[in-house]
């Protein structure tokens, strides 16, 4: 990226994944949410594009982008769903924490399928009772010869009793962050299991549950990272989990927009296109230029990440903070702009109203993004 504008090479990134929405995810998404459908199959097509393993390194067979680049692909596919690319988002999470910090035997078991998405991967930090507080985690690992035996519980995963690979946090040690390491865990192995599909609001095109461990036997060769690692692993993947769901919130916000832009040109009311008034205009103005302003500030936060800057972690809070606050804004006032029908499922808008309010929630709550925010400009 140059100070102020794309490179060639990135805007090629995003016209491909431009022209890979218009034509299957776009057309197909609002039959996904009705039917409460996971497309399988399409999430497998976006890793022929090299989708399941963005930011993996080419030296572990994947195409070892940037975190700009993958915002970029993730901001275009949330253009025609964002839980969909929310849920390819969070296996690349999963893939990069094992390709980053994990050893060459774990690699060589789970990189090569996860990166055609044969195999799927889940992100498991947050627990029933530990959510903002997450080193407060419970699930806990204790070493038996070659293996832990791992007990607990962990709640809101996204690909829950879908995906085969679990990423998972689990407490090796002592109460706190030093206490927790991280574990490649299988869907097969005896004593995993999963609670009932939950009844969401929205992102109803990907399955989350509560995935369960009861004595699980994990291979010692399944860390990731050394024991005692975990939380820090963890963190790291939450920096770039953080842009990459607030990009799905710029996608999101950008369909929204264009869609309230052709229909307020189209709606006559009082003999006008409601688009001539100048209320429209003003509403109009003040989420283009929001938008605007999210997207710069993500953008500057993903080269940070990527460059490993030692403000990296509070310029993720802040964009991941921005960005989804403001496409839930945008996709509210996009929704009014429609008037009650906005609120029919004939028309997106209700679709990205539902599926955009989760991000402000996710990867850290908004409000613990404004405490990391505070607690790394006091530290200064």
Known sequence: MSQFDLTD????????ARQFT???????????????????????KAAELGFGAIYV????????LGRLESALIFEAMSYGCPSTSAFISIHNMAAWMIDRFGSQVVKDKYLPSMIGMERLGSYCLT?????SDASALKTRAVRDGDHYVVSGSKAFISGGGENEIYVTMVRTGEDGPKGISC??????MPGVSFGAQERKLGWHSQPTAQVNFDEVRVPIENRVGGEGEGFRIAMMGLDGG??????CSLGGAQRCLDEAVAYTKERKQFGTAIADFQNTQFMLADMATELEAARALLYLAAVKVTD??????RFAAMAKRLATDTGSTIADRALQLHGGYGYLMDYPIERFWRDLRVHSILEGTNQVMRMITAREMLRQ
């Open 9 to 16: 090479d990135q805007r090629q990134i995003q016209d491909l």
């Open 22 to 44: 218009a034509a299957e995810i776009t057309p197909n998404a609002a039959e996904w949410d009705e039917k409460h459908h996971f497309p399988r199959a399409t999430v497998q």
């Open 242 to 247: 953080r842009l990459n769901i607030g990009a």
């Open 308 to 313: 490993n800057a030692p403000d990296k972690t």
């Open 127 to 131: 627990e029933p009772s530990s959510g």
């Open 183 to 188: 574990l490649v865990i299988e869907k097969d």
């Open 57 to 64: 390194s080419e030296e572990s067979g994947g195409i070892g």
